[in-house]
């Protein structure tokens, strides 16, 4: 039976292994496997003893043992008898007194003894007392043996229970708010125990990895790309150091797939040299830890992108998930910077540790958008991704021309994008979806160029002001409007309201921007000013559209004038 200071002192693997010796599962913490095997020897050992109390205490059926008779005399009159028989017959020979003693052995009882002679008769006092102190020592004794066997370890015991509590359940745990495995006393019981002092944080990444493992795609779908840097110098490193033509590679080009393949025989060249040959993929990023690292700074791969970058709010967010949520440490992420590539093994660490929530577990990268369908929404309602640039914006004519088409030709509701305004990022998967659309009316080989004004896709004809914009067009070139405020002059009958804004536009371009009245929230003219009589408690507001005879900017509403006073007729 081993004691929990002999379980304490051996290794996980150890331990797994004894727990695979009683049918025990094999899994989880030092801690925990340490628990079950203590817990399963404790029940061992309380079924043992309630065995052995029923051996030593079982009581006879009738039949068993001592003899019953219902015409026997007491036991008291029985024993009367027996000395008047003796004092009386004292000239019986030898064998008639060895016959009576014979007799006596197998004399029939049908009375117990009262309770007063079993607790020691007329001098019940002393037995008593007696028989408290026999259960007192019995108790100690007995519970200090207990404790030396499953609580007591060499040296002193007071100051390896209370590392076992720092360690495990304090300064070296992560689950708890106390968690500093740096701390000087962590540290000091670490060594006493023989524990790494980090053994939590050991344990969580050993356990995110095998997440990442199991999200590891195989063949040509790793998640990296070559870098022209990366090729470039693996063409050196083939030229000078290696000493092998480095086309096995297939002569890549930037943002081709790096496969296994490519790794594998990276470390068949590497094997050549020490410390060589087993680099993972990541070791190949910039600053990895490749011990050919000086060769290249740049790094060799990058993260596929994945049309997805982290956001300030979104790592705040993670930051604090894993702090109150999660209760893990979050930066398995390798502390991402806003404008990182969010990649596929971000998402499958997420959903690792959404999974252990009722709903969590299956986002997909667009679920952490802002307004997403996460479960966790409520806790990021500025998501944790944006779409990355593509160079390319939603255009003014662009909304509504996939509108029309949705519904004139294609056949097919347009509002897959997301109800986009203009301004949006036109992304990857927005064109990979119209793509899907005109694959079968003869289009689907669009890129985003060809949805320019003046474009190629065969559906240009369609959409002459295109559906997208550049960036740099957009910036430049789109006009917009600010500080837009309503005024009423009331010296009039009807008031005349007023409305006043900046135009701005980068090409110098002339303002025939739009504007729209709405009274009590319904439109009711677009004039440059409004005349009416507005009863009292009504609202007026309007939205000026910015547009410069080329381009339209973004709409801009004014605050809401409440009526408070009569107008006068």
Not at 49 to 61: A, I, S
Not at 246 to 251: P, Q, R
Not at 280 to 307: C, H, R, W
Not at 394 to 407: C, D, F, K, N, Q
Request: net charge negative.
């Amino acid at each position: 039976m081993y004691t929990e200071k002999e379980l304490m002192a051996l290794k996980k693997s150890e331990l797994s292994e004894i727990a695979k010796e009683f049918d025990l599962p094999s899994s989880g913490t030092k801690d925990e496997i340490t628990k079950r095997i203590i817990i399963h020897q404790t029940e061992r050992y309380d079924e043992e003893t309630e065995r052995l109390e029923d051996v030593l205490y079982h009581n006879p059926e009738e039949g068993e043992g001592i003899q019953v008779s219902l015409d026997s005399e007491t036991v008291v009159g029985s024993i009367v008898e027996a000395q008047a028989e003796s004092s009386s017959d004292s000239k019986m020979n030898n064998e008639a007194q060895s016959t009576d003693e014979s007799n006596s052995e197998h004399r029939v009882f049908t009375e117990l003894p009262t309770r007063l002679f079993v607790a020691g008769g007329h001098n019940y006092k002393p037995f008593i007392a007696t028989l408290a102190v026999v259960f007192i020592m019995m108790f100690g004794y007995g519970f200090q043996d207990y404790y030396g066997v499953h609580f007591s370890y060499e040296g002193d015991d007071k100051a390896i229970v209370d590392c076992i509590h720092v360690i495990y359940y304090s300064d070296g745990n992560g689950n708890d708010s106390e968690y500093n495995p740096t701390s000087q006393a962590n540290l000091d019981c670490a060594d006493l125990l023989d524990e790494s002092p980090n053994w939590w944080q050991e344990e969580m990444d050993a356990w995110v990895q095998s997440l990442l493992n199991s999200a590891t795609s195989d063949g040509n779908h790793t998640g990296f790309v070559w870098t022209q840097p990366g090729i470039d110098t693996m063409a050196y490193l083939g030229a000078t150091t290696f000493n092998a033509n480095m086309s096995v590679f297939g002569d890549p080009l930037a943002g081709d797939e790096f496969t296994e393949q490519h790794l594998a025989i990276w470390n068949g060249f590497g094997a050549t040299f020490p410390g060589g040959g087993n680099d993972s993929i990541e070791s190949l990023l910039q600053g990895g830890n490749s011990p050919f690292s000086i060769y290249m700074p740049a790094g060799i791969v990058d993260y596929k992108p994945t049309g997805y970058l982290w956001t300030q709010s979104g790592i705040d967010t993670m930051a604090y998930l894993g702090a109150t949520t999660f209760n893990t440490n979050m930066s398995v992420f390798g502390d991402p910077v806003a404008g990182d590539v969010f990649t596929e093994q971000h998402l499958a660490v997420w959903n690792g540790f959404g999974g252990m929530f009722p709903g969590g577990g299956n986002d997909s990268i667009a679920d952490l958008l802002p307004g997403g369908a996460s479960p966790f929404a409520i806790y990021m309602p500025a998501g944790i991704v944006e779409d990355a640039p593509t160079g390319y914006l939603w255009s003014h004519p662009g909304v509504p021309t996939m509108s029309y088409l949705g519904s004139s030709t294609f056949g097919a509701n347009m509002s897959v994008y997301g109800d986009p305004v203009p301004g949006d990022v036109f992304t990857e998967a927005h064109l990979a979806v119209w793509n899907g659309f005109t694959l079968a009316l003869g289009g689907g080989n669009d890129s985003i160029a060809s949805l320019l004004p003046g474009g190629n896709s065969p559906f240009s004809i369609y959409m002459p002001s295109g559906i997208v914009i550049t960036q740099v067009e957009w910036d430049n070139q789109t006009p917009s409007v600010s500080n837009v405020t309503l005024s009423v002059n009331n010296s009039t009958t009807p008031s005349v309201y007023s409305l006043n804004y900046v135009f701005y536009d980068g090409q110098n371009g002339t303002d025939n921007s739009t504007v729209e009245w709405f009274v009590n929230g319904t439109y009711v003219a677009n004039t440059t000013t409004y005349t009416a009589n507005l009863a009292n408690g009504s609202t007026i507001m309007c939205i000026v559209t910015p547009y410069d005879d080329v381009y339209w900017g973004v709409p801009v509403e004014s605050d809401t004038l409440l009526i408070a006073v009569e107008n006068q007729a």
